[in-house]
């Protein structure tokens, strides 16, 4: 089954530090979304790309957070500098809008900024 | 802006009941409705996807309904087992194409 890969899997890191998640869509989708989740708020959209181009950013803090796509194969999220209230599950999905397929996950990155 | 509500928040039943999760949204234009998984520490995966203009999808002991018109989902778990136990996750697409989540329905099933 093609799945949308996520690394790494754990992170662990200072307040401070610059912390760098990479996400490699399912080949052939072009949609791909960032999604942070906690306990308090849940799923929340940060970033939104279609053809590598970014739709939807409002929910991203912009002093700290970007997103890109450099390539088709590649989307990243960066923090800098981490604060220990990003601490939380990255999550980024991938789909082909035009076949209303729904969405795909990938496993998430769990961060931990101490 | 799309607003979506699952009700219950938790729910904990014995094995063999049949299970109705709710899944309401305030905007009633949508492309898709998504169902999802969450196990405790894993990432979301798919159960079942209702097109706009579908009413209903099942998928061996799982039955999504779609009403567009009350703005209502329902998941229905028939026959539930301990592997259920989870967390369920409503997300309704509309014409921005990017998917709003509810806060899921934490089931746990016991034995």
């Known amino acids: 089954d093609a799945r949308v890969t996520q690394t790494p899997r754990h992170k662990v890191t200072e307040m401070g530090q610059e912390v760098t998640m990479r996400c490699q869509p399912i080949l052939g989708h072009n949609t791909v979304f960032w999604y942070r989740q906690t306990m308090m708020q849940g799923l929340e959209l940060l970033a939104y790309f279609r053809n590598r181009a970014p739709l939807d950013d409002s929910g991203m803090p912009k002093d700290r957070f970007s997103a890109e796509m450099p390539d088709a194969t590649l989307a990243t999220l960066k923090i800098q500098p981490s604060e220990p209230r990003d601490s939380a599950v990255y999550f980024c999905?991938?789909?082909?809008?035009?076949?209303?397929?729904?969405?795909?996950f990938g496993s998430g990155t769990r961060l931990t900024v101490v | 802006k799309q607003e979506v509500t699952q009700i219950p928040a938790a729910l904990s039943v014995p094995e063999g009941e049949n299970l109705v999760l709710n899944c309401s949204f305030t905007?009633?234009?949508?492309?898709?409705l998504q169902w999802f998984r969450q196990d405790p520490g894993k990432g979301l995966t798919s159960l079942l996807l209702?097109?706009?203009?579908?009413r209903e999808q099942t998928s061996g002991r799982l039955n999504a309904s779609l009403d567009k018109s009350s703005g209502r989902s329902t998941l229905y778990i028939a026959a539930s087992q301990p592997g259920d136990s989870a967390t369920y996750l409503c997300?309704?697409?509309?014409?921005?194409?990017?998917?709003?989540f509810g806060r899921g329905t934490s089931l746990i099933v016991h034995p």
């Open positions: 209702i097109q706009s203009s579908q």
């Open positions: 905007d009633s234009a949508i492309y898709n």
């Open positions: 997300a309704v697409t509309g014409g921005s194409y990017i998917p709003t």
């Open positions: 999905a991938s789909g082909l809008v035009e076949s209303a397929g729904g969405y795909t």
